[in-house]
T-cell receptor
Framework: GAVVSQHPSWVICKSGTSVKIECRSL??????MFWYRQFPKQSLMLMATSNEGSKATYEQGVEKDKFLINHASLTLSTLTVTSAHPEDSSFYICSARRLAGGSTDTQYFGPGTRLTVL | GESVGLHLPTLSVQEGDNSIINCAYSNSASDYFIWYKQESGKGPQFIID?????DKRQGQRVTVLLNKTVKHLSLQIAATQPGDSAVYFCAEDLTGGGNKLTFGTGTQLKVEL
């Protein structure tokens, strides 16, 4: 259990276009999903927290108008990179928080989406 | 020209040996800690977690030790196998509820045959 999928797994787009990435929890409901960004040989940096039915909470320095997040259901969150530029090229990873039945909720991660902007 | 890149700390071990990966966390108020394994081109995979009211927790072939006095976390992997080769990240959660994780820099584990 606790499987999270992402689609697409990789995407190449032209500068100025928008790209949508989907994150799905396949076998559990996730009231909260998270979006991270990871550059090569670096750690994961949290971009935003997505709550079902409400606006996302963005980390400091992350442009909310550039990285649009929608959490339309308990199993789906989407990240849209608008007007993408080469500096947006990165590995984008989502996670979903699963209620463990106790006091600790664990985040389970998707496989990531490699975005390359030409 | 010469390219300059970041270098992850690397731990090289022989197959069958035990591995110990260390992590120093930053916030003494953090209540929940997790170890993740990340293979190249993939998302992080949950390995084991521990709450701040414990100092040791064991899983299958893995043990996590927590020393709150010096804010230190370690992951021990018994009988390391080639499939264990990956980058390992520790993460701390101040809220204790999995709400906001702060990841460490990561350690590259290389298993030599």
């Amino acid at each position: 259990g606790a499987v999270v999928s992402q689609h697409p797994s990789w995407v190449i787009c032209k500068s100025g276009t928008s790209v949508k990435i989907e994150c799905r929890s396949l076998d559990f409901q996730a009231t909260t999903m998270f979006w991270y960004r990871q550059f090569p040989k670096q750690s994961l940096m949290l971009m935003a927290t997505s709550n079902e039915g409400s606006k996302a909470t963005y980390e400091q320095g992350v442009e909310k108008d550039k990285f649009l997040i929608n959490h339309a259901s308990l199993t789906l969150s989407t990240l849209t990179v608008t007007s993408a530029h080469p500096e947006d090229s990165s590995f984008y990873i989502c996670s979903a928080r699963r209620l463990a039945g106790g006091s600790t909720d664990t985040q389970y991660f998707g496989p990531g989406t490699r975005l390359t902007v030409l | 020209g010469e390219s300059v890149g970041l270098h992850l700390p690397t731990l090289s071990v022989q197959e069958g040996d035990n591995s110990i990966i260390n992590c120093a966390y930053s916030n003494s108020a953090s209540d929940y800690f997790i170890w993740y394994k990340q293979e190249s081109g993939k998302g992080p995979q949950f390995i084991i977690d521990i709450r701040s009211n414990m100092d040791k927790r064991q899983g299958q072939r893995v043990t996590v030790l927590l020393n709150k006095t010096v804010k230190h976390l370690s992951l021990q992997i018994a009988a390391t196998q080639p499939g264990d080769s990956a980058v390992y990240f520790c993460a701390e959660d101040l809220t204790g509820g999995g709400n906001k994780l702060t990841f460490g820099t990561g350690t590259q584990l290389k298993v030599e045959l």
